[in-house]
């Protein structure tokens, strides 16, 4: 196993990295760093030598305690509600005592009200060609406009579609979250609004929610 660590010798993993890996974390998604490619083409994201690997999230590579960042943005949504408590208990047996938690989710309860307020101007869910897919194409309407409910926002709740490991299986609220962490005994819970870093400023701010908390 390559534990590849950043400067303070730390070990982080940010796990589902998809589109996002990020320097000085162990980035693993069960997609290839060339099936990555292929899903983002022209991204910067994927310089030549990139590592992803493709760690059973559920079973990760490393001792107990060993661990000092576990992250996570735009993916336990991904998780089925059996899988969900198992990622969680990983996460907690591969951290340090004092070791970070920390995940970005879509705010269910935000999507959900935003979906009901937004326009019923459905055009074209769903295209495949080469055109749309080169334009980022997302669900029909080329933006990630919230106006109308069949782009961003169905996405939003059912995930993008465009991989195996890109469909929504799960959702979040703040209370959910905080119920779950404490349950699990983690501390120091800190939950704040952010922005969908996919969307234009402004536009759905504090969708998101970003979790920190830490093993006990
Ligand atoms: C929406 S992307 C998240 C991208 C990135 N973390 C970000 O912040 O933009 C979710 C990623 O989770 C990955 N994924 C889904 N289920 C997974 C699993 N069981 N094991 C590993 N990766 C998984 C998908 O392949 C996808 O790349």
């Not at 493709?54 to 059996?82: C, M, W």
């Not at 999507?111 to 080469?130: G, I, M, Q, S």
């Not at 579609?161 to 779950?180: L, V």
């Amino acid at each position: 196993m390559e534990q590849k660590k950043d400067n303070q010798n730390e070990i982080k993993l940010n796990l589902g990295c998809g589109g996002r890996p990020l320097d000085g974390y162990i980035n693993v998604d069960m997609d290839t760093v060339d099936e990555l490619r292929r899903r983002y083409p022209g991204s910067s994201n994927f310089p030549p030598g990139l590592k992803v690997y493709q760690y059973d999230i559920f079973n990760l590579p490393y001792k107990d305690g060993t661990v000092d960042e576990v992250r996570a943005d735009s993916f336990i949504e991904h998780l089925s509600f059996i899988e969900e408590p198992k990622l969680f208990n990983e996460a907690k047996r591969v951290l340090k005592r004092g070791g970070v938690l920390r995940f970005q989710v879509p705010d269910f309860e935000a999507v959900v009200k935003a979906w009901l307020e937004a326009k019923d101007d459905w055009k074209e869910f769903y295209r495949t060609d080469d055109e749309a897919i080169a334009k980022n194409h997302w669900f029909g309407n080329y933006s990630y406009t919230v106006g109308n409910r069949w782009g961003y926002l169905t996405a939003g709740l059912y995930g993008t579609q465009n991989s195996p490991g890109q469909f929504h299986r799960n959702c979040y609220t703040e209370g959910k979250i905080r119920a779950m962490l404490k349950y699990l005994g983690f501390t120091d819970i800190e939950i704040e609004r952010a922005d969908d870093v996919r969307l234009p400023k402004g536009v759905l701010p504090g969708v998101h929610l970003l979790v920190r908390c830490r093993k006990i």
